[in-house]
């Protein structure tokens, strides 16, 4: 009930704080009533557990063409590919191009990983 008395006292509010002419429209059917939310703002995804989601699941791959098509279905930028080779100390250039990235940090992850199990299966 207590709820109920507070959205009459909204209502009655903002109908007094209405201009005789705009009450007389809204008499008349000229002009409705209408509730309007306020428009939430998206979450941004956080990019920092993006990319690190993307490591861990590049660690996991076996093969450097399905690492590939990994990375390409990422859609990462060039800047989250630069962050990657960051965090894994492989050698980039400023002029790198976003698939130069992808082959570097693909044979940088993956690459090495498949010659060292090479090496210990000798």
Request: glycine share 2%; proline share 2%; hydrophobic share 40%.
């Amino acid at each position: 009930m207590k709820e109920t008395l507070n959205l009459f006292k909204i209502t009655i509010d903002f109908l007094c704080s209405l201009e005789e002419e705009q009450l007389m429209d809204l008499k008349n059917g000229k002009a409705k009533l209408r509730i309007e939310y306020p428009k939430l703002k998206k979450k941004k995804s956080n990019k920092k557990d993006n990319i690190i989601d993307v490591c861990y699941n590049l660690e996991l791959i076996k093969t450097r063409e399905a690492a590939v098509d990994y990375l390409k279905s990422c859609n990462l930028s060039v800047n989250d590919l630069k962050i990657i080779a960051k965090e894994y100390n492989i050698p980039i250039t400023s002029r790198d191009k976003k698939i130069t990235l992808i082959e570097k940090i693909v044979e940088g992850i993956v690459g090495s990983k498949l010659r060292f199990d090479a090496l210990l299966n000798k």
